[in-house]
């Protein structure tokens, strides 16, 4: 209403706000357009910043970091101090482990199904991709829109985060999806979204890695985004190829440059047979000609569509397009791929890049950078890598680099508590669990596309990101005033949002009454603040929240002098009438101050980092 914006307003223009928004300072610099050698699907990078110089949650507990790395931060009654000592062991190493093994075991989804079948409006979720092609991409009946697959998978992104029971998982699709970078609104993800998600990213990111790339290669989605479907002997178009090996396999840093295989460092394995050296030793890194002879193993890989026999969406191996001389990846300019294979090029491909040390590395530093730091440990790289690639033909492998991730000691280390800004997602969906938020957010609903456009400002809209490279994972990007403001704004849109009924999404204000409902005496803004700053945070500092900075802010945001120049700021220490609260009564509106203060919280530093 009028005056909590006004409110809102002047505190942004005084000393509360300052105080909250300079905790978190950083220097600006500009970033550079991340091509990735795909120009028509560049994405604009926002100014970044030099790193995270932030005050930190005082006394956060062992519990608290766990549950804002491993899923989206404390939900109160489900993911907070009572239920991590429930858990069973003795320590916190013990409990964390049961917390793994039951996160990655999963089970019924009890409160997202229930709220897909509510919504009612899901008709995607249970389709096969041929009929998810049949319906969406040919669509047939001429009856819906092609881009209703991906219309629903953003929607139950966030359903799915703010409310699973399994957390976990969900931030292990997340990195996954970034992993394996498609835009969803592309031509051809749009309409089989739903199965990309489904089959390919839920279905094999606890298995074997080699499993998991070979099935991203066969899907749809990928063939097309990266253009491979359009890879032949007589018009070779190598962006899938590279992307393969830059972003899903031995990335950038495993680049050697502008020079020859013959000059490349080796290093010896195991693995035998296919495309493996009979020499035993293979390429450390990877030059330019390795991705133009990829590309030629990747020749005739296409979607069985108008332009085939049988338009399906399924994967199809063309031979007539087929590439069939020699070629030779990673073998230092000998060939290990023999003339006639067919199919079996990209097969041996898969596998080669899959299970070089070298991917293994890659990926150990992008899972450790997204988990836990962005500059992590050396040593907790190498001991995930060295599990990631002793287990590359396990069928549980990346369970088991998970556990080796999340058990390590590194990850245990308080030097790298809170090192990481929650990127806006993460943002938005933290405070809908923090404050026990009440939204659905599904198809057909008006304030979920008003979510949808607000969440768009921030530049963090579930699959969206257009360049091949995936959401970024480092603190910095997120450090823009775009970012951060836009986040702001889309958490103090959902604080105020009512449903259809008038109710408050956040039940702010029945929670407090029901807080105070027996000691109305002591409903002062020093305990309201106190009892927020700890709902949220899920603990109270020895001695209290008395002279923190956030905790001061928001209780001289609470006291702050009416528009009416006829009454006084209120007392710190002064009760509030309790119907005041209940009626959001004139001239203090204690609902309205209530509910920007919460706002406070959550954009303050402490709510910001994980």
Same mark, same amino acid.
């Given at each position: ?288 000609? @390795? ?152 198809? @057909? ?92 945070? @899920? ?72």
């Amino acid at each position: 209403m009028k005056n909590k914006t006004l409110q809102r307003r002047q505190l942004l223009a005084g000393g509360a706000a300052t105080a909250l928004l300079t905790a978190l300072p950083f220097t600006s610099r500009n970033a550079q357009a991340n091509t990735h050698r795909f120009p028509e699907k560049q994405q604009k990078l926002n100014p970044m910043a030099t790193g995270i110089k932030a005050a930190r949650l005082p006394g956060q507990t062992f519990a608290h970091m766990v549950y804002s790395r491993l899923g989206y931060g404390i939900t109160p009654g489900e993911f907070d101090e009572a239920n991590w000592q429930a858990l069973p062991g003795a320590d916190d190493a013990t409990k964390l482990r049961n917390f793994i093994n039951i996160q990655l075991a999963a089970g019924n989804d009890v409160d997202v199904n229930a709220r897909i079948a509510a919504a009612g409006t899901f008709e995607t979720l249970n389709k096969s991709l041929n009929q998810l092609w049949v319906d969406y991409h040919i669509d047939v009946n001429n009856q819906t829109s092609s881009y209703r697959p991906i219309y629903e998978m953003k929607r139950l992104k966030f359903t799915r985060a703010a409310y699973s029971l399994f957390p976990m998982l969900e931030r292990l699709a997340d990195f996954w999806h970034d992993h394996f970078s498609l835009n969803g609104d592309d031509e051809y993800a749009k309409s089989t979204m739903t199965s990309w998600d489904r089959d390919v990213i839920r279905n094999h990111m606890q298995g074997n890695f080699h499993d998991f790339l070979l099935a991203t290669a066969r899907h749809p989605a990928m063939l097309y985004y990266l253009d491979n479907y359009n890879n032949s002997k007589s018009e070779p178009n190598e962006n899938y190829a590279r992307e393969m090996i830059e972003l899903h396999t031995l990335g950038v840093e495993n680049y050697y440059g502008l020079a020859q295989p013959s000059e490349v460092p080796v290093e010896p394995v195991t693995d035998t047979g296919g495309a493996w050296p009979a020499n035993g030793m293979i390429q450390s890194f990877y030059v330019d000609n @390795d991705v133009y002879e990829a590309t030629r193993c990747l020749t005739g890989w296409r979607v069985r569509d108008s332009s085939s026999t049988g338009d399906t969406g399924e994967f199809m191996y063309d031979d007539s397009r087929h590439d069939t001389f020699a070629k030779g990846v990673l073998s230092s300019g000998f060939a290990n791929f023999s003339a006639n294979q067919g199919e079996t090029d990209g097969e041996n491909l898969i596998e080669l890049l899959a299970k070089h040390p070298g991917t293994a590395r890659h990926i150990a530093g992008k899972l450790a950078r997204f988990f836990v730091s962005d500059n992590p440990p050396q040593s907790l790289i190498d001991d995930v890598a060295q599990v990631f690639y002793d287990n590359r033909n396990a069928s549980n492998q990346l369970r088991l680099v998970y556990r080796a991730l999340f058990n390590h000691a590194d990850f245990a280390d308080p030097t790298y508590w809170q090192s990481k800004l929650k990127r806006p997602f993460d943002t938005v969906v933290s405070a809908m669990r923090a404050c026990e938020a009440d939204f659905t957010v599904a198809p @057909d609903d008006s304030d979920s596309n008003s979510m949808e456009y607000r969440m768009d400002d921030t530049g963090h809209y579930p699959f969206e990101w257009q360049a091949p490279n995936g959401y970024p994972a480092h603190s910095n990007y997120w450090m823009s005033s775009t970012a951060l403001i836009q986040t702001w704004k889309t958490v103090d849109w959902m604080v105020d949002e009512r449903d259809g009924n008038d109710e408050y999404r956040f039940p702010i204000r029945a929670r407090t009454l029901q807080h105070y409902q027996n000691m109305q005496g002591q409903l002062t803004p020093n305990n309201v603040a106190s009892y927020w700053m700890s709902r949220i945070f @899920d603990r109270t500092p020895t001695g209290g929240w008395s002279g923190d900075v956030v905790f001061e802010s928001v209780v001289e945001f609470l006291c702050q002098r009416p528009e009416s120049p006829s009454y006084p700021s209120w007392h710190a220490d002064k009760a509030f009438p309790y119907e005041d609260l209940a009626e959001n009564k004139w001239p203090y509106y204690w609902h309205s101050r209530l509910r920007g203060a919460i706002s406070l919280i959550l954009a303050s530093p402490y709510f910001m980092q994980r």
